[in-house]
């Protein structure tokens, strides 16, 4: 796994943790906006094997 597909699966992580320790839903919207942003990543395989 490249840094890139490394940074945003730990960003997912955080920001998952984030929206439930905070009930935000500027962080629920931004944790989904990454995730579809992820799901296009040539390496999306690897960035939803390490998140799930």
């Known amino acids: 796994m ?3 597909a ?3 699966a730990v960003c ?3 920001y998952s943790i984030w929206s439930f ?3 935000s839903e500027v962080m629920c919207d931004r ?3 990454l ?3 992820a799901s ?3 390496e ?3 960035i939803f094997h390490l998140i799930d």
């Open 12 to 14: 997912l992580i955080l």
């Open 40 to 42: 296009q990543h040539s």
């Open 6 to 8: 490394a940074g945003i």
């Open 44 to 46: 999306s395989a690897a």
């Open 35 to 37: 995730r579809d942003y």
């Open 2 to 4: 490249r840094q890139e």
């Open 21 to 23: 320790q905070t009930e």
């Open 31 to 33: 944790f989904y906006q």
